[in-house]
Every structure is written in structure tokens, then in C-alpha cells.
């Protein structure tokens, strides 16, 4: 039996549900990460865990200085183990792969890429760096190394998979992401925890729930609520935290909106609350994200029933789902007026706002933790 090191900063819901399927089909796999969290079903306690820093999103030179020191820690760690464990380095931090490389080149070990962000095209997409600095074009220029020198390449989404293939002609295996349609689903207004202690079971929530970084367009949100302020009958809910919630926060004071509520992350018990709360669900993916990102926030707002307020392009993944499952509206550029207009109009047409709402949820049913198995069935058949 093959034994495995899966490394990733941050273990969420999708890491766990791959790992306890390989602990599940008998395989020997180690965990190596910065922090656990999970929502509807723990990490097997059968899968040994080694935990080095955690990521820090508040800012750029924080996130940069996190990633790094847990690259080295993990890089370490590799070296003093076994050359006979395969590898499953996870993009998080984008740096992983590099470790990967190496102990290829070094010792032939095995390694298995899951591509869940692709950089340093995300960096290029924002302005960070120049495509044609030394820092991006050696970047580049490893990724051609890594990806394919990869047992095994993964990623969520036929965009990202041709953003990938311009550094590979390796095949890329798409698996897209999941949600347990049962841990998250509708749950009726009255009988909502989160409604009832915030007070919005009479209210059309439409909420925002996730990471608050630089691919995520949440100013636009303000704004629009900033149009709706009057309009007692919609209220925001704006839940994270990241390098923008230092900014949101201050607008929202300036402004004076009480018709926005900002928390943090909520808990997993709270989670399925949470999210069952909100009538439309924002989905936001800043222009030069679209192809190199995939928000995995999409798939848990359709188990909750939600529709779907997308801030991205059309031809974005995000986009081709909404479409396909006619679950909602997708905005491509961010004209506040119109995303006003189409929440005042989704809180005076409620069979629309039921049909979106109801898709949503049936949508759900196509994006399952089976999804999670197909990774052992790939990687192991290597």
C-alpha cells in the first residue's frame, strides 16, 4: 500500500472530505497544515496531523510571510521523511508545488498537484507584478518544471483546466467541488436560530459569506446597499474577514448603513443557519479572476436554496453554472443601479424569487462529496 503526504495551509471542508476517503479505502496518509476546519464532518482521527503556522489574510505582507514559513516547515519535514511517501500539494499556499519539484529531481518522489488557484497568473490578472518581471517570468518558468513533472494534476473547472494547460500538455483531471446537500439546506424563517437572534425573519436577506481578499468586489455590495437604505424591507449581511474587512467595515460606519450586518466567520454550528438564512446568496469574482479562480462559496449557497447575485463575467465557470442552472443573475460589470433593481425586484416577485431559490437547491444535488472519491481513484491508480 502507498503511503501519502497531503500538505495544505488551511484544511477545509473539501481537504477533509479527500483525506478521510483515503483513510476510509485502508491507504496510510499524513496531514500536513497550518489549521482544521471543518463543517459537517471532522478529519478521521485515524490520519496523523503535523500543524505549522496558520495563514494570516489581514494583509499582503502577512499572507506573504505565513505561506512562506509554512512552505519551509513543510519543506523540511518532506526532506526528514520517507522518499517512498507520495506527495498531494494543494495550492495553498501557491509555493507547495515548488517542494514538489525538488524532491523529484532530488529522490524521484512522486507528487500530485490539486490546482484549486492558479498562480502567478492571479498576481499578473491584479496588477501585483508585471508579466514580464523576473519574479513572474521565473515563476512561470517552474511551473512549466512542476506541472510536468506531476504524477497527477487536478482542478475544479474547465476554465482554470485551460489556464493550466498553457504550462503543460499534461492531461488535467477536473474534478468540480461539493457540498453535503444535507448539512446545509432551506430551513423556514421562524424556525432559523440565526434569523430569529439577528431579527431578520421578516426581512429579504441577501448575504455574503466568505473570504474578504483582493479577487472579492465587496465594495460593490456597499454601495448597492447603500442605494436600498431606505428600503426596510431588504437587509445585508456581509460575513468574513480577510484584507478588505478593515475597509468594509469603515464604509459601512461612514455611510451609516444600518441596513448592513457585518460578523465574522460563524461557527460550524452556526454555519447551516447562517446560510439557510439568505435569500439571495453573493457570489463575487473581481475581473482577471474569472478563468484562475472558481469560489467554492457557490456550491454551499445552492445546497442553502439561496439565489444566485453573481459579480463576475458571464464566461466565467461561475457563470456557465448560474446559466445552466438558471439559478440566479450574474453582473459583469458592477452597475450598482441594476444589481439594486434586480434585488427590488426578486423582493416583489416572489415566484421568481422562489424558482431561482428553488433551482438553487436542486442544482445542489449534482455537486456531491462523491465528487471527493474520485481523487483516491486517480491518484491511486497511478
Known sequence: MKKYIYIVQVTRQLSIDILNNFSKQGA?????TGIIE???EALDPKIKVTSF???NSTSTIKRLLTWSIFTVCSFFYVLFSSKKNELILVTTPPFLIFIGLFFKK??????HLIIWDLYPDVIINFGVLKETSLIIRTWKKLNFKCFNCASTIFTLGKHLSSAIEKYTKKEVTIIPNWVNAEFLKPIPRNENLFAIKHQL???LVVMYSGNLGMTHDIESIVYTAEILKNNTNIHFV???DGVKKVKITKMVEEKNLKNVLLLPYQDKETLPYSLGCADIGIVTLSQGAEN???????YYMLAAGSAILALSSAASELGILIEKHQCGRVFDKPDIQKIADFIIY???NNDELSMFKENSRNASFYYTPQNAKLYYKYICNK
Not at 532530488?106 to 507528487?111: E, F, I, L, P, T
Open 28 to 32: 496510510e496518509i499524513h496531514l500536513i
Open 38 to 40: 471543518s463543517n459537517y
Open 53 to 55: 503556522i496558520n495563514h
Open 106 to 111: 532530488v529522490r524521484n518522489q512522486n507528487y
Open 201 to 203: 425573519t421578516d426581512k
Open 238 to 240: 456581509i460575513i468574513g
Open 292 to 298: 484562475i479562480s472558481v469560489p467554492s462559496k457557490t
Open 346 to 348: 426578486l423582493s416583489q
